[in-house]
């Protein structure tokens, strides 16, 4: 929204850019009022009709949001950013046709509009025309190469496409003719390396992105008044370990029993997932070095304020606000009146002269310098030689790239019962029938049984039925594994060292706060989403990961005669499907022509593949071995 003149007979000029700014600044509440109050003066102000409409949105008052828009439309058909904002609005209430209207209508007004041709896609792509909206994600890229987004729904088109065809090289977008630009030669070798997770080209693909990730231009940002060698760095921690999660398997518990281990230095919560990727760091140093201090201090203003509800990157180039409360930051302590909070401004000062000894840094070495002034300012008088990086559910971008910086990483991945852990994982998607995140989460943990990132690293899984069975003999030898000694922190769990109660979104959080070792979570009863033939197929293809993580017993012949029975099945709707069509009250033949469902059937059938070959999934994370 751009900063608009008015004469007198309309609201003041700075009534409208506090409108506007109330809303750039996230204030959606504010900005509702103000607008309403505009609105009720200025009923024809189309600005103020359409501020409101995209406030309510934010709000999630969707229908009052659509009433605003459309109020906006009538006031000015020539606006296409309006359009665009209806069709968002349809879009979240699932009125697929008229929000492919609107997109077109947006197109129409306005055809270099890259993000409209981005979400017609995304309408087509859930009408089921995968052939359109592969052209619309194309467009999208073609007026704006390096648009992550559309790169990231493309892929799921691609995808979904892989069952009605069985070679998509020369589906690709070759950009290389009108850019010169690595980013966009990053994401085009990003595509083609997820469009090949779980077959054999996945060596190759995984290979190249690293080379090509390896080779960027803006590894390095150099320090304008350091000579080299002029001064002696301080010690940064060595050691880091990665945590990383299978489905709903407890790893915000996990990172809570680390938090106060005086070896070990954590930042609290899972703020920092999208911190390595591309465009956090181009935010962060677009000011050059004097203003990195101050710029990440921006970007993550919840670090240092629990309560801020200033949005955060997250997966799929998304952002969400309020994030600290949703994690239980706001509500810590003894009484649960306390808030996470760091002293920015020594912060700032601390960081700066950690900066100050080097003559450039790149992402990494940031990275360990924001641990190393964050436990500084929290008056932490523990050497801490070693990172525990909560990098929870990453973007593949910023998984790669934080692998090509830091090669040597410890890999830790909470781990449980598969049918139990994607069952509690899609809860709450499946509460809200959102078809199209149950599709992605479900997709997502059939291929991380055999993560390639995982293979031929120092990397182990850890049972949470173990963690909540054996909490002794499991930390102990988590402690072996990570080389760190056992400490009483370890059995407490804690942010900041504070008590932290738990995640106020876990189905169990009023059952088990602070009761770290409960095991309500891990002896809930399955079928609550999952019907007995969805269990059946889906505890098929996890087999061989359900066999590594003594989950079931090894029986070969009995496996393969499953994976027989079960390959028809892959081609029929699961029971939670028929669920979710007959609460939306959809049309099953449509419903089974939608993106998302081919998406997830052409996942499921090439695990079934790769079983019906090998009959197992090659390089299987290991089990820590506790005694």
Known sequence: MKKIDVNFLEPSKQQLNDLLE???????????????SITQEFPKHQFAWKVLGAALKQIGKINESLVATQKSVQLNPQDAEVYYNLGNTLKELGRLEE?????????????????????????????????????????AITLKPDYAEAWNN????????????????????????????????????????????????????????????????????????????????????????????????????????????????????????????????????????????DRFTTIYDVLFDASSNIKIPSKGNRYISNIGQKEGMTTVGEEKNEVLSVDKKAFIKELKKLMDYHNHLDQFTFFKLIHTAYEKVLNSHNKKNHIFYHIHNPDTYAWLNFLRLAPNTNWLMMVREPIQSCESWIRDKFNDNDYNNIAHKIFQMLFEVDNIILRDKHAIGIRLEDLKEYPKKTISALCDWLDI??????????????????????????????????????????????SENDQYILSTLFYPFSVRFNYVEENLEKFKNDLQTIRPMLDQMFGFERKIVQNKKMNTESFMQSGSYLYLRSGMIERWNTLNTLHTYPNMLTLLKIN
């Open 22 to 36: 109330l809303y750039q600044a996230g204030r959606y509440e504010d900005a509702e009022k103000l607008s309403l």
């Open 485 to 530: 000694k056992e400490n009483d922190s370890l059995y407490e769990m804690t942010a900041q060292g504070k008590k932290w109660w738990g995640d106020p979104s876990s189905p169990d959080y009023t059952k088990e706060a602070m009761s770290p070792f409960g095991k309500i979570s891990t002896k809930h009863k399955l079928g609550s989403i999952f």
């Open 99 to 139: 929000a492919e209207v609107s997109y077109r209508q947006v197109i129409t007004l306005k055809p270099d509009y890259a993000k409209a041709h981005n979400n017609l896609g995304v309408m087509l792509q859930e009408l089921g025309r995968l052939d359109e909206a592969e052209i619309s994600y194309r467009q």
């Open 154 to 293: 493309i892929f799921f088109s691609l995808q979904a496409i892989k069952l009605q065809s069985s070679s998509l090289e020369d589906r690709i977008p070759l950009f290389d003719e009108q850019t010169n630009s690595k980013y966009v030669q990053i994401l085009k070798s990003i595509l083609n390396y997820r469009l090949n997770l779980g077959n054999p080209s996945t060596d190759k693909s995984f290979k190249d992105v690293l080379n090509i990730l390896s080779s960027t231009d803006n590894t390095f940002i150099k320090n304008p008044e350091v000579s080299s060698n002029e001064l002696i760095k301080p010690t940064l921690p060595e050691k880091i370990t990665a945590l990383v999660h299978f489905g709903r398997s407890g790893t915000g518990l996990m990172h809570s029993l680390i938090d106060a281990h005086p070896e070990v230095s954590t930042l609290p919560s899972i703020y920092f997932s999208e911190f390595f990727d591309h465009l956090t760091w181009e935010k962060i140093i677009a000011g050059g070095w004097e203003e990195m201090a």
